[in-house]
């Protein structure tokens, strides 16, 4: 098929199964990255997360990862919706990162990527690939920048003119071509008010983030307990951390989301709990079903309450 007519079709089926936005770019070695990526797994900036210096070869060309490889088809989905902002102005309590309030993004994603990837299947012919939801060796941000999706924002997040950085990632990297986005510029500017903002000084200068430093990483992917000179700077926070977020101008007039599934549950807004360091391992369970909170165990998301809940108190 003529790479311009596949190009519509597949970006126009991206918005019909509820993606904001869907870019295309070459498949190929992302050098610069490559250097940067090693150059933070030498200074051991990755923390406890091991399988980040796994499969390095793979996670710096898609086509190591998906042979034959000729396209990466990135897409997003916002998840900035007015029951999150409504529950946070009213919240002084302890919090959970917002894109952890609604059902588990992987899930919702990998069930619209499948669809995508099987119309393209079906209306394209022959053409063969795979799906990814930040569950690979897949350095999706730098992919969706390459797509024209965004630029990278001072505290590494992608960044978009539309919808800010309320949003979630996946790609489907396969073996045919398309009509190439043009890569964004950068829009943040001199402004550093996420740099200012972050407690633990994570993002150590502009486009440098020590990910071993970071609240989300602290609070999700240590699977010990926090290091005791981070137990007065994470706040509120129980599982990740939107203060970065929070502070950054482009997301004061996001555009909405539309996802049901990714709205914030009302049974995690406002949990059968008197506090969340007293939630039982079968309330955890059952409050979470479906959801990526479930990534945390039930004795370190208590432990992470307990500091958070300590913090609301004293402040």
């Known amino acids: 098929m003529d790479p311009i007519k596949a190009t519509h079709l597949i970006r126009s089926k991206a918005i019909e199964l509820g993606f904001d936005l869907c870019g295309f770019a070459k498949a190929g070695p992302l050098s610069e990255e490559a250097y940067r990526l090693e150059e933070w797994l030498n200074a051991n900036m990755h923390g406890s997360m091991g399988w980040m210096e796994r499969n390095f070869e793979k996670r710096v060309d898609p086509t190591k990862l998906v042979p034959g490889a000729k396209s990466v088809v990135s897409v997003l989905a916002s998840y900035r919706f007015e029951e999150n902002e ?9 919090k959970i990162a917002k894109y952890a309030r609604g059902r588990d993004y992987h899930k919702v994603f990998k069930g619209k990527l499948r669809k995508l990837f099987q119309f393209a299947k079906e209306s394209i012919g022959d053409i063969n690939g795979r799906i990814f939801v930040d569950s690979a060796p897949v350095m999706d941000k730098a992919w969706a920048v390459k797509a024209g999706l965004g630029w990278i924002g001072k505290n590494s997040n992608l960044l978009n003119k539309q919808y800010g950085s309320w949003f979630l990632i996946g790609e489907m990297i396969v073996d045919i071509p398309f009509v190439y986005d043009t890569p964004e510029t950068d829009h943040c500017g001199t402004c550093t008010r996420c740099i200012d903002a972050c407690p633990t000084d994570a993002i150590y200068e502009p ?23 981070f137990r007065d700077k994470t706040e509120k926070w129980i599982f990740g951390c939107d203060i970065c977020q929070d502070v950054c101008p482009w997301n004061r007039k996001a555009k909405y989301g539309h996802i049901d599934d990714l709205r914030p549950r009302q049974k995690v807004l406002h949990p059968d709990v008197e506090q969340w360091a007293e939630v039982s391992e079968e309330q955890f369970h059952e409050l979470f079903e479906g959801s990526a909170v479930r990534r945390a165990n039930h004795t370190l998301f208590v432990f992470n309450a307990r500091l958070a809940e300590a913090s609301t108190q004293t402040k």
């Open 207 to 229: 486009f440098r983030v020590d990910g071993s430093k970071c609240i989300s990483y602290l609070t999700i992917e240590l699977k010990e307990r926090m290091p005791p000179e």
């Open 86 to 94: 409504t529950f946070d102005r009213n919240n002084n309590g302890a």
